[in-house]
């Protein structure tokens, strides 16, 4: 498993933009696939977008295409989301995940190492 610390949410208006970082810790970074997920108050967790081992494969839910943008920096063992068009809906603490895995698994309950979260609250 590897250790996951969030940073970068906050309060933004709608049509804002904010930048969600993720630190691993750990060993063997490159060999996780890395997801981003979100809760909203009341819902369930649900998949934002994830990033295959070497970056070049990337999934996104139809809620944020075109809107954010995953990335990651295996020489820095860092997965990043940036977030554009922020919309209320988009409201929710956001949580960085890893699972060791091939392909990018779009479902929760299959990733071992998640994050604390980090609140992401967009006024309209």
């Known amino acids: 498993q590897v250790q996951l610390v969030e940073s970068g949410g906050g309060l933004v208006q709608a049509g804002g933009s904010l930048r969600l970082s993720c630190a691993a810790s750990?060993?063997?970074?490159?060999?996780?696939?890395m997801g981003w997920f979100r809760q909203a108050p009341g819902k369930e967790r649900e998949f934002v977008a994830g990033?295959?081992?070497?970056?070049?494969?990337?999934l996104y839910a139809d809620s944020v295409k075109g809107r954010f943008t995953i990335s990651r920096d295996n020489a820095k063992n860092t997965v990043a989301l940036q977030m554009s068009s922020l919309k209320p809906g988009d409201t929710a603490v956001y949580y960085c995940?890893?699972?060791?895995?091939?392909?990018?698994?779009?479902?929760?309950?299959?990733?071992?190492?998640w994050g604390q979260g980090t609140q992401v609250t967009v006024s309209s």
């Open positions: 990033i295959s081992r070497s970056g070049g494969s990337l």
């Open positions: 995940a890893a699972v060791a895995s091939i392909t990018i698994i779009p479902t929760s309950d299959k990733y071992d190492s």
């Open positions: 750990g060993r063997a970074f490159w060999s996780y696939v």
